[in-house]
């Protein structure tokens, strides 16, 4: 029985957590992997774009409230999601005919481009923090649990419960749906097989006619909309803060670069091993241990290996690791 407590423990604050934030990861990821596979440069206004959109959505979300509008058991923002995403790609895409394509045009080098994003990072940072705030909110409503501890020992009859929150249920199903219509997308679609083609060899795409410009557009229109929903699947899962989109930054690269930057793929596998590198060792193993050991070799203290205050210094490690041994990453990218 002690073992199965343990198991429920594992899978209560280790499993379950990190497979939440992994999806997460993973799709914000996907955006920053997309832009340097076919807009070539890093992206560092990534995770201010996900702040922008989640703000979006909740504007969207706080005005269908007050009219009167819910989705039942689910949260109100799954409905204001398509107006958040609209209004991301609104500005990522006049970002673009302002900023990034004058230095297309002038055939500027990467690192000017990463440069730029910076400066549109704190741009966007700013106007986040003005429009909502530098605070917490959280707007995650409807039920807040698919199956809550307490439900789970009274059918089971174990002293560990297991809590399964919806936001997290929602987080890990839409991830699925997502990344499934994405990879469909590339793979069988004309314009899909157009931006691989590009991201390939843009000579040899523009020789057979496809319009960069408009791979372009498709490419933001894209990632604006995996911003949003990674944006809003993290703020509903924790709460939003415009900071703390800043910070996921470090993470998000991490699992590009980890997984091989410019492969898709490798994007949802690092997203998902940064996640559990993260959750692993920064969670306090002493109750699962309570369960596992004999009473003598009980132990005292936590048992963890980093403080949670230290969570993205995991991604910093993982990241460097790999620049140092592997730099095209785990799935073969493209080298940084």
Known sequence: ????????????????????????????????????????????????????GTMATIGATVVLQSWGVSFGPLPTALLALPFGIAATIG????????????YRTQKAAPVIFVIVSMGVMFIMNGLVRILIGPDDRRFADGERFIISAR???????????????????ITIVVAVLVVAMLFYFLNRTRTGKSMRAYSDNED???????????????????????????????????????????????????SAVVGGLGNPLGAIFGGF??????????????????????????????VQLLSTDYKFAVSFALLVIVLLFKPTGLFKGKSV
């Open 91 to 102: 500005l990522v895409l006049l970002t673009d005919a302002g900023v990034y394509r004058f």
């Open 151 to 169: 439900e789970f020992k009274e059918m089971t009859g174990l002293r560990e419960g297991l809590a399964l929150k919806t936001t997290q249920g």
């Open 273 to 302: 091993l940064i996640a559990y590198s993260e959750v692993l060792i920064t969670y306090a193993w002493k109750k699962v241990l309570v369960y596992t050991l004999p009473d003598a070799l009980e132990p005292t203290g936590l």
């Open 204 to 254: 040899l795409a523009l020789l057979s006619g496809i319009n960069p410009e408009r791979v372009v557009m498709v490419t933001w229109m894209i990632v604006a909309t995996l911003a949003t929903i990674a944006g809003v699947l993290y703020g509903l899962d924790k709460s939003f803060k415009p900071f703390t989109y800043f910070q996921l930054l470090l993470p998000i690269f991490a």
């Open 1 to 52: 029985m002690d073992y199965l407590n343990a198991i429920v423990a594992l899978t209560n604050f280790v499993l379950i957590p990190a497979t939440a934030y992994g999806a997460q990861l993973a799709l914000g990821a996907l955006g920053v992997t997309l832009i340097y596979g076919i807009l070539r440069f890093s992206n560092f206004a990534h995770g201010d774009t996900m702040a922008f």
